[in-house]
């Protein structure tokens, strides 16, 4: 329910403006003081205030310039109302945040129309303020550890010049939340973002979806459409898994980054843009242009500023930060009170080693949330089995090359079979195998199914 604060000397307008706006469905207080109004927005959170200019103790001008001080982000948007309106007043009141201005003797219907719009500002600042929030959460790099550390201090001294970045790392390690931080501290923070996974569009496609089409040129498709680089237009372009693309492909990037134009598919005439790219691979570039992958000037275009993302098992300080950081996000999402963990839960997180990076760890701590609903402080009891293994494993020694040699075949069973939720036939499918053949495995190195 919407809160309204009414502000206003006169009692027979406190009390018309209690019944009209309560019939709405709005929730009321009303006060005859400035100085109560200041002590009641400190209170509780107001949707609305409807503030007389003239009040027995003070300006109303002046409660509004005092309303700005308080610190919170949740105001109220103000309606200031008078009887004796000025255009100087109604210009003093606007620089001051005031939303709107109403004349005495009110109207009904103008008052009503006035509230609901305000109340429309009020959530749209709101909704603009959280998505601030997690645009900051989205570009933070979180951690206390060496690497973490000169990954920031990278990051602030590169950003702001517009030299193409490289960013190398292992799945999962965050190489899209690098290139969104160095998005928000570039000179192109105000424009947008446009990022495109290489590895996720078919070979057939990889063009248009780059350089967009026109005449119809795809089938099925719409008469015309607008790439990535087009769209990305004043500001920056994410190639991720730059890697994948063919070579075909490779050469015309390779001109676009050359000309900052290219012609769409099926078009005659070139498009001229100004953007910035930033790419970012999980393989070894100079490896696949030694091999013939990868194009070696396209490589020497990318690879002006690098950047190495180090995997989590080389940063295993920051994996206490990181888990709170995401139970707490997922707190928020799924309508929880702060989720806690015990520091014996966060060692046995310290001691995984994480092949699955950042990655795996966000989506580990999401499942233990989803799947322990009453729970407020997460145990190791809580944690996957995978977890639990990977720990034992550690502490346990081999006399044997064969030994080792199970043990890692065995886990490495295991942790597909829990990737694919128990799910024996998708197992099978992502190990290779076929089903029977599987389950010969698993019982040669004593998995059973019930594990």
Known sequence: ??????????????????????????????????????????????????????????DGLDVLGEMRSIDTEDKPEVVVVSGHATIETAVKATKLGAFDFLEKPLSLERTLIVVKNAIEAKRLRNENLEYKRQLALETAITGESVPAKALRQQVKLMAPTNGRVLIYGESGTGKELIARAIHAESTRADRVFIELNCAAIPEDYIESELFGYRNGAVPGGPAEKRGTFERANGGTLFLDEVGDMSLKTQAKVLRALDEQRFVPVGATQPISVDVRVIAATNKNLEEETAKGNFREDLFYRLNVIPFFVPPLRERKEDIPLLTREFLRAYGREYGRPRIEIEDEALELLKQYPWPGNVRELKNILERVVILN?????????????????????????????????????????????????????????SLGLERSHLYRKMRTLGISTRE
């Open 373 to 429: 609903p009453q729970v407020q402080r997460i145990e190791r009891r809580h944690l996957p089995m995978l977890v639990h293994r990977a720990a034992n494993r550690r502490t346990a020694g081999f006399s044997t090359l064969q030994d080792a040699r199970e043990s890692y075949e065995r886990e490495y069973i295991l942790k597909k079979i829990d990737e694919c939720n128990g799910n024996m036939s998708r197992a099978a499918e």
């Open 1 to 58: 329910m919407n809160r309204i604060l009414i502000v206003d000397d006169e009692q027979e307008i406190r009390k018309s403006l209690e019944e009209i706006l309560t019939e709405e469905g709005y929730s009321v207080t009303s006060t005859a003081s400035g100085a109560e109004a200041i002590v009641l927005l400190r209170d509780a959170p107001y949707d609305v205030m409807l503030l007389d200019i003239w009040l027995p103790d003070r």
